[in-house]
């Protein structure tokens, strides 16, 4: 059975709401904004460093049963020890918000995250984008947004059909950004295979 949860990073804001879905962890800030904003949390995680002392003591009075503090100094980032609590936890989709706003390094950092566990289906998303590994298979992209963009992660075959710009069992290196900026012919459904290797698939709409 699938089972969705939302992580809610330290850079989520109001409009990264209407993309919630199934359960959600504050991380971090995150769980802040979650409490400051009514959004029920089954968890919050982190090593809260980035909020005040007063709105942590304010956080935890609410979620002490359900809290999950991290140290302050790791090997690994809040997002990443989230994600994999959020696996422990049984959870088998995950959604990422408030992970595109703020310092590039730390939006990076996320891409790497989708490559690390490309083996579960994992969603880094704003009102402007949507970000996820495609593994070898066949996939019918709908017409959600006004790009898509195609970047292999590992050295990838891929076609396209039905797009304005089709390609045909095409070897695509990760240093090659030829998969960049492709679009839908007449809100007709794109079709893409891959063939092999490991596939980053941007949507992308363009700025309101």
């Known amino acids: 059975m699938n089972k969705t949860v939302t992580l809610l990073l330290s850079l989520t804001k109001k409009e990264d709401i ?35 002392q007063e ?13 999950v503090e991290l140290p302050k100094e790791k090997d690994q980032s809040d997002a990443e020890a989230a994600i994999r609590f ?27 995250l989708l490559h690390i566990f490309a083996d579960y289906p994992i969603q880094i998303m704003d009102s402007q984008h949507l970000i996820r590994v495609l593994e070898p298979g066949l996939y019918e992209l709908e017409k959600t947004h006004d790009y898509f963009s195609l970047f292999a992660i590992e050295e990838a075959m891929i076609s396209i059909d039905d797009a304005k710009y089709p390609l045909k069992a095409k070897k695509i290196e990760p240093n090659n950004p030829l998969g ?29």
């Open 18 to 52: 209407p993309f919630l879905q199934g359960d959600c962890i504050g991380v971090d800030r995150g769980a802040f904004f979650a409490l400051t904003h009514n959004i029920p949390l089954a968890f919050a995680v982190g090593d809260f460093d980035s909020i005040t």
């Open 55 to 67: 709105e942590k003591s304010a956080l935890f009075d609410v979620y002490k049963n359900r809290w």
């Open 86 to 112: 959020a696996i422990e936890q049984g959870y088998t989709s995950i959604i990422l918000l408030g992970g595109i706003h703020g310092r590039q390094d730390h939006f990076f950092s996320l891409l790497q």
């Open 180 to 208: 960049l900026s492709n679009t839908w012919i007449n809100h007709q459904s794109v079709r893409i295979h891959v063939q092999s290797g490991l596939v980053l698939l941007f949507l992308t709409k363009d700025e309101i």
